[in-house]
């Protein structure tokens, strides 16, 4: 049985140490780390090749690979965002409001760290190093547990920041991986809570409901994306199907990526065919209701299964509805809470729209592409969330960090 | 089986018409409310009666019937929490910042509702009231799972307060209670997340444990207070003593009570015996380690347990630390995450426990018991959390809320 007691141990007794820790220092560290990935690249470059070949060998796709491989350039951007952490405004100790209580109290509430941030995650070796530097920055431990495919990989890149963080006069424990990959510790590492305040999964479907269900930390959920464009009858025609054609086609495998259409009913005779010829350019297939087939010949037959879906895939769903009512209705019963658009050129409708939708983010005349950390000015993204505690769509510094209550007084006892 | 689906899909059809609300509306019915629940005391009385009686044969203490009783009073009071909620500001709908972007996007945070709020608490049946009101007032729909014992009282208040809420025009299941105590619904209705947003236990260590380990709905724990005072060497004493006095004894219960003294060995001498001496008015035991023994001969010897105990009692445990540096890491290794305070008069020392502490609250020279919606201002409180997600010590009503970015554009896609 792999010893996780004692990785949590050592997380909290580096807690203290970290915690207080300047950003000055902060800072300095992550510079040195940084260095240090490109200066020991070839050493995580030759256990790179163990997963790579390991993962040829068990017949993993192409696809996949790549999104395993590293190169003397991929390192190079791995250091490059560590510089970048460095260069961000550290949030922590900032008093976010203090005011005098008729007592004489004065009570203000300052930004900590969180402590012991857990984080749970697939393939990509490069979040090894980005997660360590958004939780470094913010003050906090970080225990990382990759998939089993990166191992090799993580390993190196978790000894070379160890060593430079000790190398720095700093506590290597601030960041900890586990090593051991089989499912009992998996699940034993999801149910730390007496060591890990946090614990944040980043990957598929599968793994946040695994989490999600099973942990007994809180969870910050980062999800998937069923985002909605709503067009409705005043929409500027060229702006919807501009707006369309890059929140579908962009990029289709992230969760900002449109997935379904909602098109008012009273433009479907003339907006479906202008939308199909201009998704043909990357031949996207749209599935629809019967007033959008009738609209638009090339439109396939949309299944209540379809309303639901997030296809990351050249695919999108089309449904017509009678105006705002039914469609804010539908993208509330069918959107996973994350980004949903309206293209109208009416007041009210577009007030309605950004008042009832429920998601983290809610557009006006803009591309549902936009929901990203760098997009929103954050300078850093450590995930999407898709939940309503702590924090809500996309997740910078701010989002790895707590408040705690500071009072000052001069004797005062409650009566 | 009881049918907790139905209660789910009930509360998010009534989601939609409660999460938009105006204040206006909201605080008319939270009146109607009030007034109804007054005219029909009568009502509410006799359904107590019943869990009164019930109590009393199956042997329950004297002290627990009475926090079970109702009475003409305890309903007004009740009435009153709701119409004092009304007089509170929403804050629903503030849009806390809001910037352009390089690109022209304006992007804002708003607060709105969680959604549905499930609350699983003991005896007090005020608590049905109380809770609906706050989570109403943000509003959310609640549902609610009293304790067992107060079954008749809860259904006669929900019962009053749904039917108030039908003849004001609004949909009834803005509060569902689940009247069924069996065990497998309790565990069953940790498991609702399908449904329910955020899941708020109120109540003893147990409860909150059961579903900080058994609920997959993200949890906001409300949790028990080992709270610390570090009598540090320049402490004026008879500031120290008064404080003692008062977060020790003032009320002996609640969560914010002094339950652990840490006392600077130079002072143990002279200021012992002076605190033994004013603890003795109310009879309060104290439990030391070896020098606060030798100080006070009354100090009875400590064990390692008590260091961590939360007596709720009048009883208070003492050690003694060789400065600063010892005094944070004992309270950092023993405490609850609750409420601290350091009685000093130096300023280095003042600002190295409020840095180095990690708790919801931190005090200089105050007594802890000031932890509490009602006295840090908030008008209002739902409980202390002791968690670090979403929010950490009193919660108000923003503590209900979360937040969504709207975003205004012109047509804006992702390059």
Redesign the interface.
Known sequence: MYNLDEIGQKAKAAE?SI??LGCGVKNQALEAVASELIDRSAEILAANVMDIEHARNSGMKEGLVDRLLLTEDRIRAMAEGLTQIAGLDDPIGEVLSM?Q?PNG?L?GK?RVP??VIGIIYESRPNVTADAFGLCFKTGNVVILKGGSDAINSNKAIVKVIRQALEATGLAADAIQLIEDTNRETAAGFMRM?QYI??LIPRGGAGLIKAV??NS?I????TGTGNCHIFVDETA?FG?AL??I???KT?RIGVCNACESLVIHEKIADRFMPLLAAKLAEKNVEIRGDKKAMAAEPSVTEATEEDWGMEYLDYIISAKTVSGIDEAI?HI?RYNTKHSEAIITSDYANSQRF???I??????????T???DGF???FGAEIGIST????A???MGLEALT?????????????K
């Open positions: 203290a915690r207080t005011k209580r109290l009570i300052k969180l402590g809570n305040d946090v999600v269900e007994n809180p969870v910050i959920e500027d702006m501009d707006i054609y890059n929140a962009q209705s509330n950004l008042n009832e429920d998601a983290a983010a809610v557009y006006v005349n803009a591309s592409r936009f929901t997009e929103f000015g939940q309503k505690l702590h809500r769509g996309p707590t408040t705690k209550f500071i009072i000052y007084g001069n004797g005062q006892i409650r």
